[in-house]
T-cell receptor
Framework: NAGVTQTPKFQVLKTGQSMTLQCAQD?????MSWYRQDPGMGLRLIHY???????DQGEVPNGYNVSRSTTEDFPLRLLSAAPSQTSVYFC?????????????FGSGTRLTVV | GQQVMQIPQYQHVQEGEDFTTYCNSS?????IQWYKQRPGGHPVFLIQ?????EVKKQKRLTFQFGEAKKNSSLHITATQTTDVGTYFC????????????FGTGTKLQVIP
């Protein structure tokens, strides 16, 4: 099993450009989420999904869209990139509907907006 | 909203010294998880604590969940250079277990 796969690993965008960060998992996890990591801020939840067709906002959703058409994939879209979105983005998945599930993280996408 | 704070934010220790990081939540947690992130890497699950006052050990690492289930600690005995990284605690957010809140993290540097 590959676990959680994120692409690309690195990306540089110009202000105003759009792009999609890809996340795929092969563990049949129902729950998937996107976090951004900034120095001194820890990991902040952007959006999450409890299953195909269901998404919800996290702590910092503005400027990002998500969709969940399949169990495996949970892409994150930046509609109009801003320098404030320069960050490291992690996708994470968790087994099922349990509050005790451990997170499996992808290797991250390092995004720079200039 | 719920806040999960960790102290210290940074810690430098000589190899062989002990290290402790503390996690404090503004609300009672049903469980708490700990993760380790190596420099340039991604968070990796270490352990989960569920019961009030629970203590779990993994070799040189000791994890504790407070009696009130609002705080937790991670203690590393005799640190090694392989312990370098950032340690995060995480717990179910005020919006329910679906919104897990991560602590701010403690970055550990071990000086050989």
């Amino acid at each position: 099993n590959a676990g959680v796969t994120q692409t690309p690993k690195f990306q540089v965008l110009k202000t105003g450009q759009s792009m999609t960060l890809q996340c795929a998992q092969d563990m049949n996890h129902e729950y998937m989420s996107w976090y951004r990591q900034d120095p001194g801020m820890g990991l902040r939840l952007i959006h999450y999904s409890v299953g195909a067709g269901i998404t919800d906002q996290g702590e910092v959703p503005n400027g990002y869209n998500v969709s969940r058409s399949t169990t495996e994939d949970f892409p994150l879209r930046l509609l109009s990139a801003a320098p404030s979105q320069t960050s490291v983005y992690f996708c994470a998945s968790r087994q099922g509907d349990s509050q005790n599930g451990r997170y499996t993280f992808g290797s991250g996408t390092r995004l720079t907006v200039v | 909203g719920q806040q999960v704070m960790q102290i210290p934010q940074y810690q430098h220790v000589q190899e062989g010294e002990d290290f402790t990081t503390y996690c404090n939540s503004s609300t009672t947690l049903s469980n708490i998880q700990w993760y380790k992130q190596r420099p340039g890497g991604h968070p990796v699950f270490l352990i989960q604590l569920v019961k009030s006052g629970e203590v779990k050990k993994q070799k040189r690492l000791t994890f504790q969940f407070g009696e009130a289930k609002k705080n937790s600690s991670l203690h590393i005995t005799a640190t090694q250079t392989t312990d370098v990284g950032t340690y995060f605690c995480a717990g179910p957010g005020s919006g329910g277990y679906q919104k897990v809140t991560f602590g701010t993290g403690t970055k550990l540097q071990v000086i050989p």
